[in-house]
């Protein structure tokens, strides 16, 4: 039907900018359609609040889920969902908690809530918890590989790997070609692999390098239980381990979601022989930091990385990444215009630029930003995806001011 006001138009364009995922376009086709109309409907609001979260205006994505209060009875839980992954970016856990079980209580039937409240849970070291809302998920509709894979993830960080291997087989039953299942799957196989041959067998003076070189090929391959059990098997030999591979065990127990246990490995490393030690040990320490939600020791340990390492863009991402997160994009900005003067990859850091100009509103800059990231690195998908909606933005913003 053709659109018969000028704010029904906006909204269609809104809504087309939404279905290909440009948050930044379709919150500017949204906020013009709201100054035209002040009472658009509730799908208009919600959809409005959650792509400015995608955005990473999470303050302002709050506060218009707040102001929704007459939702339909049917959108009831999507409401509750967005408002609990709302609060879960801004490290608000209680919050978020209530949030999505109320939309369990609104809508059980949904997988949705129960993989949510249940990851709010994993980050809060709960797994017992997560374990229980996820094994009341595997019986609602929608993505139930999904709940499979997360149910072996909280087992693998449990060290259940059995019970591990059987909730990824189930996701494989559901998705035989699911990336992230097959990959756990071999984790653990290779996690009770060691733990049968170490129950034989330990390691010796003799074997040592052996086994660190093995640990050295599962960090490789990405397989964190396999190289935690090695790392284990050789701490209980009484064997000396080189400040490396403290390091790796600590950054492994993070990997698969043993917080706890890896800021207790980070916090007995006291020997770091040199420059490139520290600088791996505070962006390892500093990545356990962000994923516990502790954003000001992240920033604490990323601006070590960095000083002991200024010659890298590594380090000045994850440190922009931390500024992100406390919502200051702006100072991310300075911190990745500090990288451009550094060796690595230039591309990655003008796409991180070009996202927090996108976050800020500064489409112009962000375009900029975006095109030098291409002038870099052609083709470069996300960095292609961001222009193509920052673009749209400057065109929904350039339609609303004529």
């Not at 207790?264 to 520290?278: E, G, L, N």
């Amino acid at each position: 039907m053709t659109p018969t006001n000028p704010a029904e138009e906006l909204l269609q364009l809104a809504r087309t900018a939404d279905k290909k995922g440009y948050p930044a376009e379709t919150v500017e086709y949204y906020r013009a359609a709201s100054r035209l109309d002040s009472s658009l409907p509730f799908s208009a609001r919600l959809a409005h609040a959650k792509n400015l979260m995608e955005l990473g205006r999470l303050n302002a994505a709050d506060e218009m889920f707040g102001a929704i209060t007459d939702p339909p009875s049917d959108g009831l839980w999507l409401l509750h969902l967005n408002k609990g992954r709302v609060c879960d970016e801004l490290l608000d856990d209680p919050s978020a908690i209530l949030h999505f079980t109320e939309c369990i209580n609104a809508n059980p039937g949904s997988t949705m809530a129960y993989v949510f409240l249940a990851c709010t849970y994993i980050g809060m070291q709960e797994f017992e918890r997560a374990i229980k809302m996820l094994h009341r998920g595997v019986a609602a509709e929608g993505d139930r590989d999904e709940v499979y894979l997360i149910l072996g993830n909280c087992y693998r960080a449990l060290r259940e790997y059995d019970l591990a291997r059987l909730a990824y087989l189930k996701a494989l039953e559901i998705t035989p070609e699911y990336p992230d299942a097959k990959k756990a799957l071999r984790d653990v196989d290779a996690a009770l692999d060691v733990m049968r041959r170490t129950s034989t067998s330990g390691c010796t003076a003799e074997t040592l390098d052996e086994w660190l070189e093995t640990v050295k090929t599962a960090e490789l391959a990405d397989r964190p239980s396999e190289a935690v059990e090695l790392l284990k098997a050789i701490v209980a030999s009484k064997q000396p381990m080189p400040p490396w591979a403290w390091i790796a065990l600590a950054d492994e127990l993070r990997m698969i979601g043993r917080y706890e246990e890896s800021e207790q490995v980070f916090a007995s490393i006291t020997d770091v022989p040199h420059d490139k030690a520290r600088y791996i040990l505070n962006l390892f320490k500093g990545q356990l930091c962000l994923d516990r939600g502790n954003v000001e020791r992240a920033i604490g340990c990323f601006t070590e990385a960095t000083d002991a390492n200024p010659r890298e863009t590594a380090p000045y991402v994850f440190l922009s990444r931390a500024y992100v997160k406390r919502q200051q994009p702006e100072k991310a900005v300075e911190v990745l215009q500090r990288a451009l003067a550094a060796e690595g990859d230039h591309a990655e850091v003008h796409l991180n630029i070009g996202y927090c100009h996108r976050t800020l509103g500064q489409y112009e800059l962000a375009r900029e930003a975006l095109l030098k990231a291409l002038e870099v690195s052609p083709g470069y998908a996300g960095a292609e995806e961001a222009l193509q909606d920052v673009e749209g933005a400057l065109k929904a913003v350039r339609g609303e001011l004529q």
